[in-house]
Protein backbone atom coordinates (compact mmCIF):
# COMPACT_ATOMS: atom_id res chain seq x y z
CA UNK A 1 0.00 0.00 0.00
CA UNK A 2 1.32 3.25 -0.67
CA UNK A 3 1.23 6.42 1.39
CA UNK A 4 -1.27 8.81 0.51
CA UNK A 5 0.50 12.46 -1.02
CA UNK A 6 -0.68 15.63 1.15
CA UNK A 7 -0.83 17.93 -1.91
CA UNK A 8 -1.83 21.65 -1.21
CA UNK A 9 -4.35 22.36 -3.14
CA UNK A 10 -3.39 24.46 -6.84
CA UNK A 11 -3.75 28.61 -6.32
CA UNK A 12 -6.58 29.54 -8.79
CA UNK A 13 -7.89 32.87 -9.74
CA UNK A 14 -4.55 34.14 -10.06
CA UNK A 15 -4.14 38.14 -11.38
CA UNK A 16 -1.80 38.86 -14.14
CA UNK A 17 -0.65 42.57 -13.47
CA UNK A 18 0.72 44.29 -16.82
CA UNK A 19 1.96 48.03 -16.71
CA UNK A 20 2.18 50.13 -19.35
CA UNK A 21 5.40 52.28 -18.43
CA UNK A 22 5.07 55.16 -20.61
CA UNK A 23 1.65 55.65 -19.63
CA UNK A 24 2.34 54.95 -16.11
CA UNK A 25 5.24 57.39 -16.34
CA UNK A 26 4.29 60.55 -18.61
CA UNK A 27 0.97 60.35 -16.70
CA UNK A 28 2.74 60.77 -13.15
CA UNK A 29 5.73 63.34 -14.41
CA UNK A 30 2.88 66.10 -15.83
CA UNK A 31 1.02 65.91 -12.43
CA UNK A 32 3.53 65.64 -10.18
CA UNK A 33 7.07 66.78 -11.49
CA UNK A 34 10.25 64.69 -11.51
CA UNK A 35 10.78 65.25 -7.36
CA UNK A 36 7.13 64.45 -5.95
CA UNK A 37 6.45 61.53 -8.04
CA UNK A 38 7.14 58.58 -5.51
CA UNK A 39 7.73 55.86 -7.83
CA UNK A 40 8.55 53.40 -5.61
CA UNK A 41 5.56 53.96 -2.85
CA UNK A 42 3.31 53.78 -5.67
CA UNK A 43 4.60 50.55 -7.14
CA UNK A 44 4.61 49.15 -3.30
CA UNK A 45 0.92 50.28 -2.69
CA UNK A 46 0.10 48.71 -6.46
CA UNK A 47 1.97 45.36 -5.66
CA UNK A 48 -0.34 45.38 -2.59
CA UNK A 49 -3.50 46.40 -4.16
CA UNK A 50 -3.08 43.66 -6.54
CA UNK A 51 -2.58 41.29 -3.58
CA UNK A 52 -5.87 42.01 -2.82
CA UNK A 53 -7.43 41.06 -5.79
CA UNK A 54 -5.98 37.94 -6.09
CA UNK A 55 -2.20 36.16 -6.08
CA UNK A 56 0.22 37.27 -8.93
CA UNK A 57 0.19 34.95 -11.79
CA UNK A 58 4.17 33.57 -11.47
CA UNK A 59 4.70 35.96 -8.33
CA UNK A 60 5.52 39.03 -10.25
CA UNK A 61 4.08 41.57 -12.44
CA UNK A 62 5.36 42.75 -16.02
CA UNK A 63 6.27 46.17 -16.86
CA UNK A 64 6.15 46.58 -20.66
CA UNK A 65 8.78 49.77 -21.37
CA UNK A 66 10.33 51.20 -24.38
CA UNK A 67 13.85 51.21 -24.05
CA UNK A 68 15.23 54.36 -22.50
CA UNK A 69 13.91 52.71 -19.39
CA UNK A 70 16.22 54.15 -16.47
CA UNK A 71 18.29 52.20 -14.56
CA UNK A 72 16.82 53.42 -11.43
CA UNK A 73 13.45 52.87 -12.58
CA UNK A 74 14.47 49.51 -13.38
CA UNK A 75 15.81 48.56 -10.17
CA UNK A 76 12.87 50.10 -8.43
CA UNK A 77 10.39 47.78 -10.73
CA UNK A 78 12.83 44.44 -10.08
CA UNK A 79 13.09 45.55 -6.55
CA UNK A 80 9.19 45.42 -6.21
CA UNK A 81 8.49 41.98 -7.99
CA UNK A 82 8.16 43.64 -11.42
CA UNK A 83 9.76 42.00 -15.06
CA UNK A 84 10.31 43.89 -17.48
CA UNK A 85 9.66 43.38 -20.90
CA UNK A 86 11.79 45.94 -23.00
CA UNK A 87 9.76 47.08 -26.63
CA UNK A 88 11.87 48.67 -28.96
CA UNK A 89 10.67 51.23 -31.53
CA UNK A 90 10.32 49.76 -35.16
CA UNK A 91 11.00 51.56 -38.11
CA UNK A 92 8.38 52.57 -40.51
CA UNK A 93 8.54 52.62 -44.08
CA UNK A 94 6.85 55.96 -44.73
CA UNK A 95 6.43 58.55 -41.98
CA UNK A 96 3.19 59.06 -40.34
CA UNK A 97 1.93 62.04 -38.25
CA UNK A 98 0.76 60.23 -34.06
CA UNK A 99 -2.53 60.22 -33.30
CA UNK A 100 -1.79 61.53 -29.95
CA UNK A 101 1.16 64.10 -30.07
CA UNK A 102 -0.02 65.06 -33.88
CA UNK A 103 4.13 65.06 -34.74
CA UNK A 104 5.52 63.36 -37.46
CA UNK A 105 7.13 59.67 -36.79
CA UNK A 106 9.64 58.03 -38.48
CA UNK A 107 9.28 55.05 -35.37
CA UNK A 108 6.49 53.33 -33.77
CA UNK A 109 5.97 52.52 -30.45
CA UNK A 110 5.41 48.84 -29.64
CA UNK A 111 4.82 48.90 -25.99
CA UNK A 112 0.86 48.81 -26.41
CA UNK A 113 0.80 45.57 -28.84
CA UNK A 114 3.35 43.71 -27.37
CA UNK A 115 1.62 44.63 -24.07
CA UNK A 116 -1.52 43.23 -26.06
CA UNK A 117 -0.31 40.32 -27.49
CA UNK A 118 1.16 38.88 -24.18
CA UNK A 119 -1.71 38.97 -22.49
CA UNK A 120 -4.00 37.57 -25.16
CA UNK A 121 -0.48 35.04 -25.45
CA UNK A 122 -1.90 34.00 -21.83
CA UNK A 123 -5.67 34.03 -21.89
CA UNK A 124 -5.46 30.22 -22.37
CA UNK A 125 -3.83 29.46 -18.83
CA UNK A 126 -6.08 28.03 -16.66
CA UNK A 127 -4.55 29.59 -13.72
CA UNK A 128 -5.15 33.24 -15.25
CA UNK A 129 -8.47 34.82 -14.23
CA UNK A 130 -7.84 38.22 -13.82
CA UNK A 131 -5.84 41.00 -16.10
CA UNK A 132 -5.08 44.02 -13.47
CA UNK A 133 -4.05 46.81 -16.36
CA UNK A 134 -1.96 49.71 -15.38
CA UNK A 135 -2.45 52.79 -17.56
CA UNK A 136 -4.73 55.25 -18.31
CA UNK A 137 -5.15 55.12 -22.26
CA UNK A 138 -8.22 54.05 -24.00
CA UNK A 139 -6.06 52.28 -26.82
CA UNK A 140 -6.79 49.06 -23.96
CA UNK A 141 -10.88 48.97 -24.69
CA UNK A 142 -10.60 46.07 -26.82
CA UNK A 143 -8.58 44.02 -24.78
CA UNK A 144 -10.66 44.28 -22.12
CA UNK A 145 -13.45 43.28 -24.33
CA UNK A 146 -11.67 40.26 -25.58
CA UNK A 147 -11.11 39.33 -22.14
CA UNK A 148 -14.66 39.70 -20.95
CA UNK A 149 -15.72 37.60 -24.01
CA UNK A 150 -13.16 34.73 -22.54
CA UNK A 151 -14.20 34.47 -19.30
CA UNK A 152 -11.12 36.99 -17.80
CA UNK A 153 -11.86 39.32 -14.89
CA UNK A 154 -10.39 43.20 -15.69
CA UNK A 155 -9.03 45.56 -13.07
CA UNK A 156 -7.45 49.10 -13.62
CA UNK A 157 -4.83 51.08 -11.82
CA UNK A 158 -5.31 54.77 -13.59
CA UNK A 159 -1.97 56.76 -13.08
CA UNK A 160 -3.85 59.75 -11.93
CA UNK A 161 -7.58 61.61 -12.27
CA UNK A 162 -6.57 63.22 -15.29
CA UNK A 163 -6.16 59.76 -17.81
CA UNK A 164 -8.66 58.46 -15.78
CA UNK A 165 -11.29 61.04 -17.43
CA UNK A 166 -9.90 60.01 -20.45
CA UNK A 167 -10.40 56.60 -19.88
CA UNK A 168 -14.31 56.00 -19.78
CA UNK A 169 -14.94 53.20 -22.04
CA UNK A 170 -12.24 51.38 -20.04
CA UNK A 171 -13.80 51.93 -16.73
CA UNK A 172 -17.20 50.85 -18.20
CA UNK A 173 -15.44 47.63 -18.71
CA UNK A 174 -13.66 46.98 -15.39
CA UNK A 175 -15.17 44.52 -12.92
CA UNK A 176 -16.70 44.24 -9.51
CA UNK A 177 -14.78 42.72 -6.78
CA UNK A 178 -15.87 39.31 -5.80
CA UNK A 179 -15.75 39.78 -2.14
CA UNK A 180 -16.86 43.88 -1.69
CA UNK A 181 -19.06 45.99 -3.80
CA UNK A 182 -16.80 48.63 -6.18
CA UNK A 183 -14.86 48.18 -9.41
CA UNK A 184 -11.47 46.53 -9.05
CA UNK A 185 -10.32 50.31 -9.68
CA UNK A 186 -6.79 51.94 -7.76
CA UNK A 187 -5.68 55.61 -8.85
CA UNK A 188 -2.01 55.84 -8.09
CA UNK A 189 -2.10 59.75 -7.76
CA UNK A 190 -4.01 59.17 -4.34
CA UNK A 191 -1.07 57.31 -2.87
Same mark, same amino acid.
Not at 60 to 73: K, M, N, R, Y
Not at 75 to 84: A, D, K, R, T
Not at 111 to 133: W, Y
Given at each position: ??? /?? %???? +?? &??? +?? $? $? +???? %? ?13 ? *????? =? ?11 ? $? ?10 ? #?? &?? =? #?????? *? *? ?15 ? !? %????? !? ?8 ? /? &? ?18 ? +???? *? ?6 QFMHERGVKTALAAPTVNSLARTQELIKLVDEY??? #? ?7 ? %??
Amino acid at each position: MQP /EL %NLSP +VE &TGQ +VL $L $L +VDWD %NFWYSLFTRFGIGKM *NIEDR =IRALMGWVKTIGG $LWGGHGFVFAPE #HL &TS =I #HREICV *N *NGLWLVTCPKKQLTEPR !R %NRKSG !RMETKADTVD /E &TLVNFAKMLTGHPRFKTLCL +VSGD *NDFVALFQFMHERGVKTALAAPTVNSLARTQELIKLVDEYSFK #HGKMLLMLD %NI
